[in-house]
């Protein structure tokens, strides 16, 4: 009885050793997959600040070229305003 008893534990504590190792084994792949998830992660955070900053500097850019715009329009019409007055005051001349 003893010796079929001292069998039967041994094997126990063989299955759960064995069990042991193939959950350290499922653990080790775990974290290896995690480091990579967390290195795929960090890769896209990155990209996605660039596109951001990326998105700032072009917006900046599209702001400088409506102003731009926008001064070159109030130019063109002080332009047209000055040569009407131009236009006038020379028929007046040529009036006299």
Known sequence: ?????????I????????VGC??????EKVKAQ???????????LQEAQTAKAEAAKASDAAAKAENAL????????KAEE???KAE???EKSMKK
């Open 1 to 9: 009885m003893k010796k079929s008893f001292f069998l039967i534990l």
């Open 11 to 18: 094997m126990f504590v063989f299955l759960i050793s064995l």
């Open 22 to 27: 193939a959950t350290t084994a499922d653990l």
């Open 34 to 44: 995690e480091m990579e998830i967390n290195a795929k992660a960090d890769q896209a």
């Open 70 to 77: 926008k001064q070159s329009e109030e130019r063109a019409q």
């Open 82 to 84: 000055r040569a009407h």
């Open 88 to 90: 006038t005051v020379f």
